[in-house]
């Protein structure tokens, strides 16, 4: 597993999700002064409207749009699905979250679409059960990395120490291809690689803003990981 150096990036995204979207936009504010990048749960909202978000926040933004069949809230069909996170790169957002099983035509087009807009995509796999062997968890990393995406990531669920310890040696083979890696763990279990991710390599890691809902078990509040980077001596 790659060691820690003092270049690490603790990059740090808050995970808004509310079904108000003026209470979306009073999280995502509140959160600005910890987060490096916000991510805008779309699916958590009816009819969202997406330059709300880019006019009035000023940290980069992440749009997920987050299917009922990987967990998420969107029950739409994929075309309508993945049309509004195509609206969302080509309105000025700064990355885009596909998952890795999507419909492929429409991912490669929401790529396309996003490179042309100077829009990163995220091209994400997630397991809410458990964790896959490590023979499984490379395959789907070299799947990600021949979707045309620009950043992986993979989060599963971590049930015992050895499984986190096999997702945060994902960043290892990310390292040695050079293609950047979200990996981490869910789970009371899967904290400590939620801590640890950046440390080793990880693109980024993610939080819950304050007083707000959490997106997925096992997340910690932004101030309090912000804090935990400070006190590692990174910290902004």
């Given amino acids: 597993m790659p060691n820690t150096t003092p270049s690490a990036v603790r990059r740090l995204c808050v995970s808004i999700a ?3 979207q003026a209470q979306a936009l009073t999280l995502a504010k509140n959160s600005q002064a910890v987060a490096d990048v916000i991510e805008i749960r779309l699916d958590s909202m009816t009819d969202p409207d997406i330059p709300l978000f880019l006019e009035g926040l ?5 749009f997920t749009n987050r299917p009922t069949w990987e967990g998420g809230n969107c029950a739409a069909e994929e ?3 993945i049309a509004l996170l195509k609206q969302a790169a080509q309105a000025g957002a700064s990355y885009v979250d596909i998952e890795l099983n999507a419909d492929p035509t429409l991912a490669t087009e ?9 829009c990163q995509t995220i091209v994400s796999w997630h397991d809410f059960k458990c964790t896959a062997s490590k023979q499984a968890l490379s395959e789907i990393f070299q799947r990600q990395c ?3 995406a620009d950043i992986g990531k993979i989060v599963t669920t971590a049930r015992c120490f050895q499984d986190v310890f096999r997702v945060l040696a994902l960043q290892e083979q990310a390292a040695e291809l050079g293609f950047p890696l979200i990996a981490f763990c869910m789970g009371p279990l899967g904290m400590i690689s939620r801590v640890a991710t950046t440390d080793l390599g990880g693109y980024m890691t993610y939080a819950a803003p304050d007083n707000g809902p959490t997106t997925a078990p096992g997340q910690l509040p932004a101030p309090s990981l912000r804090r935990i980077f400070t006190e590692l001596g990174h910290g902004n």
């Fill in 18 to 20: 509310a079904a108000d």
């Fill in 58 to 62: 000023s940290k980069p933004l992440l």
């Fill in 79 to 81: 075309m309508t699905r």
């Fill in 110 to 118: 929401l790529i396309a679409a996003a490179r042309a807009n100077n």
């Fill in 146 to 148: 021949r979707s045309g």
